[in-house]
T-cell receptor, first 112, second 113 residues
Framework: LAKTTQPISMDSYEGQEVNITCSHN???????ITWYQQFPSQGPRFIIQ?????VTNEVASLFIPADRKSSTLSLPRVSLSDTAVYYC?????????????WGLGTSLAVNP | DGGITQSPKYLFRKEGQNVTLSCEQN?????MYWYRQDPGQGLRLIYY???????QKGDIAEGYSVSREKKESFPLTVTSAQKNPTAFYLC????????????FGPGTRLTVT
């Protein structure tokens, strides 16, 4: 069964690049890796999704090594508004069912 | 505006009462989900539905029930059998099986005393 592990918290400063890594053992070959951002008392918001190598969009990059046992969310030049909890999610297709494996979240604090 | 709505935002109930949380989406999504989030914790899946009139238990379904009579709606009932119902409840939807981008509602904070 796939399981995800990510750091509980991280600190950064405005303008720095932040990298948050999620480990996912036993991820199946057809799993995608998705990252979400959550602010207090709100629902999570999709950031980025990938299957292998590197994916980039307007807000983040996602790096997935060849063995796919981990993934790294990269936030370039963070600002105070990026202070939030970041979750990785691994999806597993199992026949007609889906198994969703969420990490426990990384609380990122961006300081002035 | 397309989106997913949950109501109410805050809900208070006495112990022993059943309570139903509303979730509606106008995104034309086939799949819908209910999660529970406790303070400082991640998301735990309660139930999910991939299509109308069908739903599956998630990791913590005991004490909860759902229905999916319409594509747009996926209400969650927290029954009196749920031992610790006080939590933040999140509803989400996605285009369908195999698509993992989930759109979340604003959540309902349920307090049971």
């Amino acid at each position: 069964l796939a399981k995800t592990t990510q750091p509980i918290s991280m600190d950064s400063y405005e303008g720095q690049e932040v990298n948050i890594t999620c480990s996912h053992n036993n991820i199946a070959t057809n799993d995608y890796i998705t990252w979400y951002q959550q602010f207090p008392s709100q629902g999570p918001r999709f950031i980025i999704q990938g299957y292998k190598t590197k994916v980039t969009n307007e807000v983040a990059s996602l790096f997935i090594p060849a063995d796919r046992k981990s993934s790294t969310l990269s936030l370039p030049r963070v600002s105070l508004s990026d202070t939030a909890v970041y979750y990785c999610l691994v999806g597993v297709n199992a026949g007609n069912n889906r198994k969703l494996i969420w990490g426990l979240g990384t609380s990122l604090a961006v300081n002035p | 505006d397309g989106g997913i709505t949950q109501s109410p935002k805050y809900l208070f109930r006495k112990e022993g009462q059943n309570v139903t949380l509303s979730c509606e989406q106008n995104l034309n999504h086939d799949a819908m989900y209910w999660y529970r989030q406790d303070p400082g914790q991640g998301l735990r899946l309660i139930y999910y539905s991939q299509i109308v009139n069908d739903f599956q238990k998630g990791d913590i379904a005991e004490g909860y029930s759902v229905s999916r009579e319409k594509k747009e709606s996926f209400p969650l009932t927290v029954t009196s059998a749920q031992k610790n119902p006080t939590a933040f409840y999140l509803c989400a939807s996605s285009m369908g099986p195999g698509t993992y981008e989930q759109y979340f509602g604003p959540g309902t904070r349920l307090t049971v005393t």
